[in-house]
Every structure is written in structure tokens, then in C-alpha cells.
């Protein structure tokens, strides 16, 4: 017994410390649906990636001596959880009609929007939504009620078995034309002990410009040392993590293997992750002992299909 248990914790560290991808470690509640096939750029580790000629430049435009700050956890902030909230749906999830203010760069089709969806509180209003029957996810940004009907500024859908991204051009629920679902840190992922995809942070101040997987950017600043949509920062790898609690450390490992993609215009290194009471908030909050100088931009061309 006293061998079996052994060898039972070897390969639980053996798990918690491999590469993998998000098409390993699935969500619980969607056993059968990957959250993107293995091969996408969310789930590509980054850390053997060269670093970018103007890394340095970038990283002083977003903040060098500026913390990380983790825009989830549990409780509640002003009324509102803290994070970006998903729900999973299915085929007898009601579909319902969506009207866009950005109609002509959104999605037609018709939104498993449960009774209870759970949107994000502040300004942005995201509603996220997997739907495990199909695995698709369907995503909307500034969700509300206009007149009794769905409205939302736009709407997106993917297949969570593709590769394929949207029009070039066109936005999502998030300013980059990227899904926002698969940059998420989840709770789920925590208590497993590893993180194996890129995760969503916001800047302040963006480019007029976009990489892949981007597909759309929303500034009409120029500087050619402020970040694209789509760019990728990781943590280098020579910070020592030893000394963080747990979740804090599960988080910044990701940093180093998988790093994380500017997806929005927001406050400066904001990670995105969905709320949940198992977070530690104390924990966290230590990430922003992890200042922008910590990070380095990886030249990602070598991922672009």
C-alpha cells in the first residue's frame, strides 16, 4: 500500500509539473470538449522562444517598475464577483436573439443564454458561455437588456475543436478579436496544481496595430514601443517563484512556460482569471511583488500557421 501511494505521488508531481497544454487538463464540468486543440497558440509553451529585438522598449511603455495585479479571486467587489465569470451550457439551454452595436464584425447566430447567466459586473458586462454538448464557446461583451431584448456591443463564437480565428479585422467580446475563455486562470486548474495555457492581461496603452492571433486593435496611437494586440510577455525565467504561496505560484509558472497575451485596453498588467471562493485573495495579492521589469516580449512569429 505504502508503495502504491508513493507511486501515486510521484505521478501526481510528474502531472503538476508538465508542460501539457489545455487539451490535457479539460473543464470539469465539459469532460469531452478540449479548451482548444493542443496545436493553438494559447496552448503553446513559450519559454525556448526567442526574445523580442524591442523587448525592453515595450516593457518600459507598459510599466517596468509597475506590479502584476490578478483581476479575480473570491469574494465580492462592489457587489459584483471578482473576475470574468463563464457558464456552462448545452443543447437545452434556450437560444436567444442578440443585437450588436458592432453588428457587421459579429456573430449572427442564435446564444445559449441561460436564466441565470452570470455577467461580469464594472463596465465591461462579458458574458462567456461553453457549451459542452457542441464544444462551442460563445462569447458576448457589454451584455444587457435593451427594450426586454438581448443587446450587447458584439458577439463571437468559436469551435473548441479549431484552430481557426476570426475575420482579419473584425473584434470579439474582447478589443483584440481573440476569445476571452482560454485566457483565463481557473480555480480548477489551481487546485490541480498547474496552469498550462496563456493568460489574458490588459495594458493601458495599445498600437494601432495587431499580431496573430489577434485580429483587431482599438487605438490610434502609433509608437512603435507600445504593445500590438496579441503581444506576448513572459515571465523570465531567471525570477525565483520558490518563495510565493501556492496559488501565486502556480500562477507565475504559467508566466514562465506559457506567458501571457495583451487582449485589451485596461489597466496596466492586470492578469484576467474567473472568480471563485476557492481563491486565496492574501495569496494573489503577492503577485504584485512581480514587477514589469520581471517580464520580457517573446517573438512569437514562429507560432503563425
Same mark, same amino acid.
Given at each position: ?8 505521488? +510521484? ?66 467587489? &462592489? ?9 456552462? +451550457? ?26 441565470? +447567466? ?70 480548477? &486548474? ?104 520581471s517580464f520580457e516580449v517573446v517573438d512569437t512569429s514562429s507560432l503563425h500557421p
Amino acid at each position: 500500500m505504502r508503495a502504491r501511494a508513493a507511486a501515486l505521488a +510521484v505521478t501526481a508531481l510528474a502531472l503538476a509539473c508538465a508542460g501539457g497544454s489545455a487539451h490535457a487538463l479539460r473543464l470539469p464540468s465539459a469532460k469531452r470538449c478540449p479548451v482548444f486543440p493542443k496545436t493553438n497558440p494559447w496552448n503553446r509553451r513559450v519559454d525556448r522562444l526567442p526574445v523580442a529585438a524591442n523587448s525592453a522598449a515595450i516593457i518600459a511603455s507598459i510599466g517596468a517598475n509597475t506590479g502584476l495585479h490578478a483581476d479575480f479571486g473570491s469574494g465580492l467587489w &462592489e457587489g459584483s464577483p471578482i473576475g470574468i465569470p463563464f457558464d456552462v +451550457v448545452s443543447r437545452s439551454t434556450p437560444r436567444s436573439r442578440v443585437s450588436f452595436d458592432y453588428s457587421d464584425e459579429s456573430d449572427h447566430v442564435r446564444y445559449p443564454i441561460p436564466k441565470r +447567466v452570470h455577467i461580469e459586473g464594472g463596465s465591461d458586462h462579458h458574458a462567456l458561455l461553453l457549451d459542452r454538448s457542441a464544444c462551442r464557446l460563445y462569447e458576448l461583451g457589454g451584455l444587457g437588456k435593451q427594450n426586454g431584448r438581448w443587446h450587447a456591443w458584439a458577439g463571437a463564437t468559436w469551435s473548441l475543436r479549431s484552430n481557426r480565428v476570426r475575420p482579419a479585422g473584425w473584434t470579439s467580446a474582447d478589443a483584440a478579436g481573440l476569445p476571452i475563455f482560454p485566457g483565463l486562470a481557473r480555480y480548477d &486548474e489551481a487546485r490541480r496544481g498547474v496552469i498550462d495555457h496563456a493568460l489574458r492581461f490588459t495594458v493601458q496603452r495599445t498600437r494601432r496595430a495587431y499580431i496573430y492571433p489577434a485580429r483587431h486593435f482599438a487605438s490610434s496611437l502609433t509608437d512603435p514601443n507600445l504593445p500590438p494586440m496579441g503581444l506576448r510577455v513572459r515571465l523570465k525565467a531567471s525570477l525565483d517563484v520558490r518563495p510565493y504561496p501556492r496559488q501565486a505560484r502556480i500562477v507565475l509558472i504559467a508566466l514562465k512556460r506559457y506567458g501571457m497575451i495583451v487582449a485589451d485596453n485596461g489597466s496596466d498588467w492586470y492578469i484576467s482569471g474567473a472568480p471563485n471562493k476557492g481563491w486565496s485573495n492574501y495569496q494573489l495579492h503577492t503577485l504584485g511583488q512581480v514587477k514589469g521589469s520581471s517580464f520580457e516580449v517573446v517573438d512569437t512569429s514562429s507560432l503563425h500557421p
